[in-house]
Structures are given as C-alpha cells and as structure tokens.
C-alpha cells in the first residue's frame, strides 16, 4: 500500500512537473530525462533510455539515465537507436503494449529486432510513446541482473509512460495551434494589405474622375465625396460630410426630388435622370443624375446606403435650348413673309375686278419683296446650318483682302449710289492672308450692305482695309474698334464706317446675336443673321469682328484676320 501511496505521489509530481515544462516541443527532451530519471529511481532499475521522434521537425530526440548504483553504472546504456530505424518504427500503428525481456525476437515487431540486438542479455522492458495513436518514441527500461518487474511496477512505468504521452501530445497540438493562428494572422495581414491596395486603387479612380461622386449611409448622410463632387457643388469636402445628402438642395422642388430619389433608391433600385441643381452660391447647373443603392454583400435585400454620380450637362443643354430656340426663331421668321405673301395673293385672288392696277401692281410687288425676304432668310439659315454642323467648305488658300474689298465695293456701288450716298474706299496695299476668298467676300459684303441699308439718303460710307502694324502710332478705339496695342502683330483689319441712324447702347452686345434685330430699324427688310454669319466666319479665319456706333451719328463695324507672311 505504501508502495502504491508513493507510485501515486511519484505520478503525480511528474504529471505537474512535465505539464508545466513541457510549453514547447523544445522541452521535450529535458521531459523524456525526465521520465527515465523518475523511473529508474521508481522501480529501482539501473538504467533507462528513450528516443521521441517529432514528426514536427523529423528531430531524433534521445535521453537517458542511470542509476548511481555501483552495479548499475558497470551497465552498459546501448546507444541509441539510428534515425532511419526510428522513423521506420514510427510507421507503426499504435502499439499500446508491452514488449517484454527475454529475446528480442519474442517480444518485439519484427521492425525493431535490429535495434533490440544492442540489449541482447539484459531484462528490458519496452513503454511505447505513441502520439496519436502512432508510435512517436520508446522509453527502455533496463533492471539490474535478471530482476523482473512485477505487474504493478509496470502498470506504474506504463502510467507514467502514457502520462508523458498525453503530455507531448497535448504540447504538439497546442503548437498545432499556435501555428495555424501565426498562419491565419499572416492571412489576414495578406488580405488586408490587399484590400487596402484595392481601396487605394478605387480611391485613385474616384479623385480622378471628372463626375461627382457622393457617397451615403443608409440614412443618407453623406460619408464620401470626390474632388469633382466639391468643384461641381461649390460645397467644401467639410461641408458636405456628415451632411443630408438631400438637404443639399436649397431650392424647395429640387430638394423635392431628392427625397423623392432617396425614398426610391431606398427600395433597392436605381435612379437616372436630369436634374437642375443648385450649387453653394445659389447659382444652378444641369446634371445627368445618377442614384444607386449599395448592398451589403450579405443581405442583399436593404440598402446600407447610396452612391450618387453626377455629370455637368450645362452646356449641352444650353447648345440643345440654343437648337431650340433657333428652330422657333427660323419658324416664326418664316411665317412672317408667308402670311403676308399668302395674305396678298389672297387679296389679288378675290378683289382682283375691284382694285385699281396701281393697287395690284402694289401687291405684287409685296409679294416679291417677300419672296426675296424668304429668298434671303433660307440662304443665310441654309449657311448658318452648314457652319453648325461643321459641313461648311472652307478653303484655305492665300488671298489678297485689299482686292476683295475692292471688288465688293465696286459690285455694291450702284445700290449706294441709287441712294444717294457716297461711297469712298481706301486701300493702298496688298494685303495677302490664308482663308477662303468666298467666304471673307461674304462677311465683307454683309457690312458693307448694312451700312447702305442702315444709312439715309445722303449719307457717307468709308471702307478701308489695312495691316495694323501701329506704325502711325496708337489707334483711335473709336476708328478701329476693340483693337488694342496689346493685339500689335501681323493682323489685318477691315472696317466699314457710315453716317447711318447709329445704334443704341443697350443694343450693342447682342448685335451678333442669331436673329437680333433693333426694333426700331426693322421697316428695313433684313433676316438678323448677316452679322451672326460674319462672326463665325471670321472667327474660323482665327479672328474676331466688334463694333462701334452712336445713334444719329454712326456706326463703325471691323472685324481682324491674322497677316501671314506672304505679305510683310
Ligand atoms: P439684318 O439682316 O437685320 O441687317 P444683321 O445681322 O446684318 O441683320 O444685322 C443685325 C442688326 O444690326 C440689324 O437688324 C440692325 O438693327 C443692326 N445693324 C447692322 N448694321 C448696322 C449699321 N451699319 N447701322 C445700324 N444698325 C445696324
């Protein structure tokens, strides 16, 4: 019993003792010493020796003690088993059982018969170290002389073996363990670093975007902006964050609409459209909305939020209500020489027996006034259409100006002279430029007859067409309008002063206008197209057209094309 008492208590402090050691396979040899110290003091053997082999590093772990005894010490301890014979015997399912003394060959699997040649005339005693079910090492027991151990000696080795077992098994498995967290933390570190690349690329894409992009939580507080996002609002990415996304809308129907976006984004659909919205200032632009909702990859059915995308369409809707207004304008302009056409043909039709001849040959000759009005109305809108669609032949071949004006000049002499007016041109030079002569003869034309049209009976028309080299020192504004000494270099310039009925200040900016004409000129037949036409001319040859004028005194039209070479 005492006996039984002092194997428990043995078992026991070794349990604790290995446990507490045993915190990495590193301890395991200091462990088996261990073992093989407490046996042989246990069972009074003369010595004991093990071998582990860690299937973690395919490390041969070997141990060994002795008794003090002086017969013990004249033992031999065999050496140790090779590695190629442990890991032969490792492949052994789990061998639970006892090898006893005697002959090798009685006791042992055939696999270890070489390995147990060495203790060839001892009494061993062989406790298997088995890891999960598989033999991982072998404690040997060796007693002095032929003493043989007794059924509870090796119930006590046995415990002890198995306890050391459980040990290392447990030790291998926490580092099991430990190694696959190392390995899912490294993961994680992985995929983070990816995802934080992937979160760098899509950022890089956003700022760079030329749409507004606005991010949103569910409750439609703004949690993201792009650059363009603020350029377009006028808002600062400060402003906006943490923001109602729908509350940016000062206008009332604007904000409207963006709860009502919000309300239908939220149900899981997108929202496209146009939208007038207003920026920071107050000022408003129109935009190519576009409003998703973001799902959480897990629960696709609600939103988490919203992301909203917004195009600057200004300009083409300015260029489509441009269209627009053109189109009405060409309508109604048309309409007013065909009512009145269709009205005296109407009047010729019916009153044709009752009218004098001096009253028919009136409406007629209405009739073909307004026939060249239409006549008229058609070949500049016809031009101005072509130069829109850009279907407009241009060429581009040197051309003297000086002659051009000249020819013109002359063409148009006789309906100056039928009125009256004098008609005075100067051109002393030779003014060759790259552009296209119909064209150029065309805006030349367009001035030229305006101030015939626009100037009374006995009036007088000055042309002139010169380089504006300065060399006469500053140029009066008044004489050659919008040209400054900072435009100095090789241009040309051509105006057309009259002494005509002039034109209002309030009218002057819009005197280029499609379709612009002054009220009160408009008994004189005209489209309000020739000047629109001669600015977008002169603007394909690179320059720029501007006027002067004062009501009752006159008016100077110019416009400026660019020198080339061939001339100075
Ligand atoms: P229109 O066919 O009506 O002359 P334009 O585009 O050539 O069309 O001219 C636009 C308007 O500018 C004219 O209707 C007229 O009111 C004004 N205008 C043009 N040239 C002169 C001028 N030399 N003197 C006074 N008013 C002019």
């Given at each position: 019993m005492m006996r039984r008492n002092r194997e428990l208590s043995l078992l026991n402090t070794f349990i604790i003792s290995t446990a507490a050691k045993l915190q990495t396979n590193r301890h395991a040899q200091d462990s088996l010493h261990h073992a093989c110290a407490v046996l042989v003091q246990a069972l009074d053997l003369a010595a004991a020796e093990s071998w582990l082999l860690l299937d973690v590093h395919n490390e041969l772990l070997q141990a060994a003690a002795t008794a003090s005894s002086a017969e013990a010490v004249s033992l031999s301890i065999p050496t140790a088993i090779t590695y190629p014979l442990a890991l032969r015997l490792t492949a052994l399912e789990s061998s639970s059982q006892w090898a006893y003394s005697g002959t090798p060959s009685d006791v042992a699997p055939v696999e270890a018969v070489e390995w147990l040649q060495r203790y060839h005339g001892q009494t061993y005693l062989l406790a298997p170290i088995t890891i999960k079910g598989k033999l991982a090492g072998m404690i040997t027991l060796l007693s002095s002389g032929n003493r043989q151990l007794d059924a509870q000696e090796h119930a006590f080795a046995q415990s002890l073996v198995s306890a050391l077992s459980q040990a290392i098994e447990t030790t291998l498995l926490h580092e099991q363990l430990q190694r696959h967290a190392e390995h899912l933390e490294e993961m994680v570190a992985m995929r983070t670093n990816e995802l934080q690349a992937e979160r760098d690329r899509t950022q890089a894409i956003l700022e760079a975007l030329g749409e507004a992009v606005i991010v949103t939580d569910a409750e439609c507080t703004i949690n993201y902006v792009n650059p363009s996002a603020t350029i377009l609002t006028g808002y600062s990415s400060g402003e906006l964050l943490g923001r109602c996304w729908c509350a940016m809308q000062q206008d009332e129907s604007a904000s409207l609409l963006y709860w009502a976006i919000r309300d239908h984004v939220r149900t899981g659909k997108m929202w496209r459209g146009e939208v007038l919205s207003g920026r920071r200032d107050g000022s408003t632009y129109d935009a190519a909305l576009t409003v998703a909702p973001i799902f959480d990859p897990q629960r696709t059915t609600t939103p988490i939020g919203m992301v909203s995308i917004q195009r600057d369409i200004t300009p083409l809707k300015a260029a489509e209500r441009t269209k627009d207004q053109f189109i009405s304008n060409v309508s109604h302009e048309l309409r007013t020489p065909l009512s009145i056409i269709a009205l005296h043909s109407g009047n010729l039709d019916t009153l044709y027996e009752r009218i004098t001849d001096e009253q028919r040959r009136h409406l007629i000759r209405e009739i073909r006034a307004q026939t060249h009005r239409l006549d008229d109305l058609i070949g500049d809108i016809l031009e101005l259409s072509r130069i829109d669609s850009g279907q407009l032949r241009v060429e581009d071949r040197p051309v003297n100006l000086a002659e051009i004006l000249r020819q013109e000049v002359e063409q148009l002499r006789p309906l100056a002279e039928r009125k009256g007016l004098q008609l005075a041109l100067r051109v002393n030079e030779s003014l060759i430029l790259r552009g296209d002569p119909a064209h150029l003869g065309q805006c030349v034309r367009n001035l030229l007859s305006n101030a015939i049209k626009y100037t009374p009976h006995g009036g007088h028309i000055h042309c002139e067409c010169r380089s504006m080299d300065m060399s006469d020192g500053p140029l009066n504004p008044q004489d050659w309008p919008d040209y400054s000494l900072t435009d100095a270099g090789s241009w040309v310039g051509l105006r057309v002063v009259d002494s005509g009925i002039g034109i209002g200040a309030e009218h002057m900016t819009h005197?280029?206008?499609?379709?612009?004409?002054?009220q009160s000129q408009t008994r004189v037949p005209g489209t309000g197209l020739g000047l629109a036409i001669t600015r977008e001319l002169i603007t394909r040859h690179g320059g720029w057209t501007a006027v002067s004028s004062e009501p009752g005194v006159g008016s100077t039209f110019a416009f400026y094309v660019p020198l080339t070479s061939e001339s100075s």
């Open positions: 005197l280029f206008e499609r379709f612009y004409r002054v």
